[in-house]
């Protein structure tokens, strides 16, 4: 391990939690550089399991920060100053239908927007009781904050694949210009929704780019993608 216990509070603790993987890296707060990473798949997708992950002898340090990327696969993007005049349920059941999981939120200042999405209770209580200062973003929350603290003036589309389903945004001129989720079975229903998508934004596909994030260098569909 390249971290000492005595130096923690220097870094960051960052976890990602998914249905079928539990990633967790340090990070140096000075230098944003990664100085341990580890990716571990519970048995099961509830507390339990999850917990049963955490033997890791870094979870039992005090590090400067704690973050966690958590969350269900419902949520929903909105300008914050409808966010701030309406309730966050009343806006949830404008597009998904009842009943709703533990809803809560993340303000995305760069951007204008509020993301509300659902945390079960269990996935919560998990991370707050073993990390009290933790700080808990979707996943949806994250990929964009990631997307736009780079170069987003030209125009590009930006996948985010999980286990059934994936994120779709596109953005042009620091903007976004698209966001939706997607499940899919197979590859060839990720490649439909996304002509589809282009198809109706009228972008011809040899004239974007494409960043695909959360899956490994090797990804077996790599040249697939490439082709189209």
Not at 65 to 84: E, H, Q, W
Not at 109 to 118: K, P, T
Not at 134 to 163: C, M
């Amino acid at each position: 391990m390249s971290i000492r216990k005595e130096d923690a509070y220097q870094h960051a603790l960052c976890m990602d939690l998914q249905s079928d993987r539990l990633q967790y890296a340090v990070i140096n707060q000075d230098s944003k550089k990664i100085v341990y990473y580890n990716s571990v798949n519970p048995e099961s997708y509830d507390r339990d399991a999850i917990k049963a992950l955490m033997t890791d002898e870094i979870f039992g340090y005090e590090f400067g920060a704690y973050i966690a990327s958590a969350g269900g696969k419902r949520n929903t993007l909105v300008p914050v100053d409808i966010f701030n005049y309406s309730k966050a349920d009343e806006i949830f059941k404008l597009n998904y239908p009842a009943p709703f999981d533990s809803l809560h939120y993340n303000r995305l200042h760069e951007l204008g927007m509020v993301n509300i999405y659902e945390l079960p209770v269990w996935i919560k209580s998990l991370f707050v009781i073993k990390f009290p200062r933790v700080r808990i973003i979707h996943p949806a929350t994250v990929l964009l904050k990631g997307v736009f603290d780079d170069d987003a003036w030209r125009q590009r589309i930006h996948l985010y694949v999980e286990k059934d389903s994936f994120y779709l945004l596109i953005t042009a001129k620091n903007k976004l210009e698209y966001f939706n989720r997607f499940d899919h079975t197979n590859f060839a229903d990720m490649i439909y929704h996304i002509l589809f998508v282009l198809e109706q934004k009228e972008i011809p596909t040899d004239k974007v780019e494409a960043s695909v994030y959360g899956v490994d260098s090797n990804w077996e569909h790599k040249e697939q993608f490439q082709s189209y």
